[in-house]
């Protein structure tokens, strides 16, 4: 093997030709940041941004769904889209409560199909509750009744679901915590122009914020209303993601 040279320097003749052989300072010079950017802009290679590094939290998936929902299908009641096999995002308790907990976000993000015969009206919630498997909890983002269209929605029509929850005041005790939430649900069988908004309480509405106590577990639950009791009016919730802020 050939002694390998660095730039601008030699070899020193009476080391073994197959080691690299340096001057003392030669790696800790190249190893420096100017170093790099000088080959760099001599390459032509632009330098891009990295990390913010502005704070000391990120983003991280808290949970997924495990099977599709149960079938929401003749009723004209709310019914849940998750269920004991599904399981439901938890929340533990704290989670709310600590101090640390003002600013943290929570995501959501739904996904369906959905059928229609005539013109039923579907109502979507999203609630938190201490209790699992039930929809007895607070709402955090409901819609507006939606008088779906007529014959548009199909057997396996696809519909979208998006929410988002902002701690806004953490606390421990009854209504001792206050979030902020909201969404939006989108469907090619609702009316014009095919998506919806969903706020804490019937849409449109200016108050997004409710509460709760921080010190309690809180299990997140998804339900939707067909409105008219049918076997052609149904609605089935097929992956469900949430991501959480880390403080």
């Known amino acids: 093997m050939s002694a390998i040279l660095l730039p601008e320097r030699r070899a020193d003749p009476t080391r073994r030709r197959d080691l690299v052989t340096a001057r003392p300072g030669d790696v800790g010079r190249e ?3 100017a170093y790099w950017r000088r080959r ?3 390459a032509g290679i632009r330098p891009v941004g990295g990390s913010s590094n502005q704070t000391n939290q990120w983003v991280e998936p808290i949970w997924s769904n495990v099977a599709d929902g149960p079938q929401v299908v003749s009723v004209n009641a709310e019914t849940a889209l998750l269920n ?3 399981q439901q995002p938890w929340f533990y308790p704290g989670f709310w ?6 600013g943290k976000v ?6 369906g199909v959905l059928q229609t015969t005539s013109t039923p009206t579907y109502t979507f919630f999203v609630r938190l509750g201490s209790t699992q498997n039930v ?3 607070t709402i955090v983002a409901q819609t507006a009744g939606l008088v779906m269209v007529s014959a ?3 057997a396996g029509t696809y519909w979208e679901m998006r929410c988002r929850i902002f701690c806004q005041t953490p606390g421990i005790g009854t209504g001792a915590a206050t979030i902020t939430s909201s969404g939006i649900i989108l469907c090619s069988g609702f009316p014009s122009p095919f998506f919806a908004q969903m706020e804490v309480s019937t849409p449109p509405n200016a108050t997004w914020t409710t509460t709760l106590d921080g010190s309690l577990s809180q299990y997140l639950m998804l339900s939707m209303n067909p409105g008219t009791s049918s076997a052609s009016n149904n609605c089935t919730l097929k992956t469900l993601r ?3 802020t880390t403080l």
């Open 84 to 86: 004991s096999t599904t």
């Open 40 to 42: 760099a802009a001599e």
């Open 106 to 111: 929570v995501d959501i993000e739904a996904t």
């Open 97 to 102: 409560g600590a101090g640390t907990a003002k």
């Open 242 to 244: 949430v991501w959480a």
């Open 135 to 137: 929809i007895t909890g």
């Open 152 to 154: 548009a929605a199909g």
């Open 31 to 33: 190893l420096r940041d």
